[in-house]
């Protein structure tokens, strides 16, 4: 079968390997389409923390079932149209045994610390295969990265009336703030790219902030919330000026969330957590929970997720996809790889 590889840091190649072979309490499946992440875009660059070279990236995605054992107690069958939590937990380290499997001590997660789903067929245990329920493929395999803002939103504790502001506007940004309106937030967007905010506007935030400069976006945070700040500031790029604009942005008593990912250190006044009471709260990956709900939530049209989707390539032009996402952040949100007529 063919797969995708990231050999080096602007080097895509497609190489011809062996078929997986499917063993018990494992599905065979053959992927439809995959989404190119940010992480597989820091991979591209050689910016993300997680990545070995070579490597197949890839972990989001939706596929179609061919094997499965019969009868499994999760009901899934050949021809489902499924997708997949890709998060691997060791099942007995710390976190794992306090049930914190996406926080895992020892995480491999598909296409980072182990290889992706960028090929024609996978295998994966069964247990982490969840049923489209109907939904498109090309739509669900947007499904992950929503997982990856939902449980962000959730650890931030968003309810109706909070006050939230998303620093970055990537996919995982606008769908942090698609996940905080849904909670019955007030959401305001910010980013350094005027397209990306103009792209923001077509998922019903709030207000955008451009992000031109610390001063600037401070003044834009004191006019738009009267000088209190928000309740609730989502770190969504992984840059050490972003995780400081959310610390400045927040107001006192209020809760930031990181979900970026990077490999700078940042040399701040922590003073400034305990003088305002901050609560930091760190959000990785995502839950079986997660998936599940927002599988439900999508299929009953409350979100529009397919309008994440603004770019779609066949899966052999996986090299000019990677080049041309990496050359024009801010005209493209998310990137697809269609796998369906291999």
Request: aromatic share 10%; proline share 4%.
């Amino acid at each position: 079968m063919k797969a995708m590889y990231i050999t080096a840091p602007g080097q895509v190649e497609i190489r011809h390997v062996a078929m997986p072979v499917r063993k018990k309490g494992q599905v065979l499946l053959k992927i439809l389409y995959g989404g190119i992440c940010g992480s597989d875009l820091g991979s591209y660059r050689g910016t993300f923390a997680y990545f070995d070279y070579p490597r197949i990236p890839g972990h989001e995605f939706s596929a179609q079932v061919i094997e499965a054992d019969q009868d499994n107690a999760w009901g899934i069958r050949p021809g489902m149209i499924v997708t997949c939590n890709p998060y691997f937990n060791c099942g007995h380290c710390y976190s794992c045994q306090r049930g914190i499997v996406n926080a895992c001590m020892d995480n491999q997660t598909m296409g980072c610390q182990q290889d992706g789903a960028f090929c024609e067929y996978i295998t994966m245990p069964i247990e982490r295969v969840y049923d489209g329920k109907g939904m498109d493929p090309k739509t669900l395999a947007a499904i992950e990265p929503f997982c990856i803002s939902y449980h962000g939103v959730c650890r931030g504790s968003v309810t109706e009336g909070d006050r939230v502001l998303v620093v970055g506007a990537g996919t995982i940004g606008v769908l942090a703030a698609v996940a905080a309106k849904a909670k019955g937030a007030t959401v305001y967007i910010a980013d350094v790219l005027e397209g990306k905010l103009k792209a923001a506007e077509k998922f019903g935030v709030d207000g955008t902030i451009l992000n031109d400069s610390p001063e600037n976006f401070i003044r834009s945070v004191n006019d738009v919330t009267g000088g209190t700040g928000f309740d609730v500031t989502i770190e969504a790029v992984g840059l050490p000026s972003t995780f400081q604009n959310c610390m400045d942005a927040c107001c006192f008593g209020g809760r930031m969330v990181l979900i970026g990912v990077g490999k700078n250190n940042l040399d701040f006044n922590f003073t400034l957590i305990q003088k305002k009471e901050l609560n930091v709260y760190g959000s990785r990956n995502a839950l079986k929970k997660d998936f599940l709900e927002l599988t439900n939530l999508v299929n009953a049209g409350k979100v529009p997720l397919e309008k994440i989707i603004t770019h779609v390539y066949p899966f052999h032009e996986a090299a000019k996809a990677f080049e041309d996402f990496s050359g024009n952040p801010g005209s493209m949100l998310k990137v697809i790889l269609d796998f369906s007529d291999l």
